[in-house]
């Protein structure tokens, strides 16, 4: 097994989902939920971020070629998905759905599994490594090394339950608040990043 490929992209993509960094979030978006509902809706929302990403890895690129889509436009429509969440956790128009249980599939799908988890970033960082492996071994490596990422945020939602029960209603409140600046800074960034590389790749043409 080649040990420094795994780790490479065990880490490049580990970093860049940031489990640590979606605790705040996933709190703000299932803070309000029964324990179970909130464990459930962590599972859907890695199993997701796990199909999407492997997806991706296998005909990412071909699907892109085919829609004529480029990475950047796919970064700036995660970005103003990401701006529609923060706008919600800001004005705190989130908290109604979250207590019924019909939301709580939403909130795992979007945002949580997607674009947060399985966001531009981490779809491009796997695609690139699958471009760069050269033999059935190395595929299995980079599948393994999302698996193990995918685990390493499963665990890391599943007991943020001990962080709910410190926090109490009023510290959820507050964190929701902060969730929706953080994530409307984190949607502005990946917007400019987007325009920066539409601008760079057209640019030899002005």
Not at 26 to 34: D, H, Q
Not at 67 to 76: E, G, M, S
Not at 184 to 190: E, N
């Amino acid at each position: 097994m080649n040990v420094k490929l795994f780790g490479e992209f065990f880490v490049t993509l580990l970093v860049i989902v940031d489990p640590p960094g979606m605790v705040p979030v996933f709190l703000a978006l299932t803070g309000s939920m029964p324990a179970k509902a909130r464990h459930r809706a962590g599972t859907q929302a890695v199993l997701l971020a796990l199909g999407v990403i492997v997806g991706f890895a296998v005909a990412g690129q071909t699907l892109l070629d085919y829609l004529h889509v480029q990475l950047p436009a796919l970064q700036a429509a995660g970005g103003l998905l990401l701006v529609l969440v923060a706008l919600q956790l800001l004005t705190g128009k989130t908290d109604e759905p979250t207590d019924q249980g019909g939301g709580t599939s939403n909130v795992a799908l979007v945002p949580i599994g997607t674009p947060l988890l399985a966001g531009p970033g981490a779809i491009v960082a796997t695609m690139l490594f699958v471009q760069r492996a050269e033999s059935t071994d190395e595929y299995l490596i980079i599948a393994a090394g999302i698996v193990a990422v995918m685990a390493t945020v499963w665990l890391v939602l599943r007991f943020s339950g001990i962080i709910v029960k410190l926090l109490r209603p009023a510290g959820i409140e507050v964190l929701t608040r902060i969730a929706g600046l953080l994530l409307a800074a984190i949607a502005v960034q990946l917007i400019a990043d987007a325009i920066f590389a539409f601008v760079q790749s057209y640019s030899h043409l002005l």
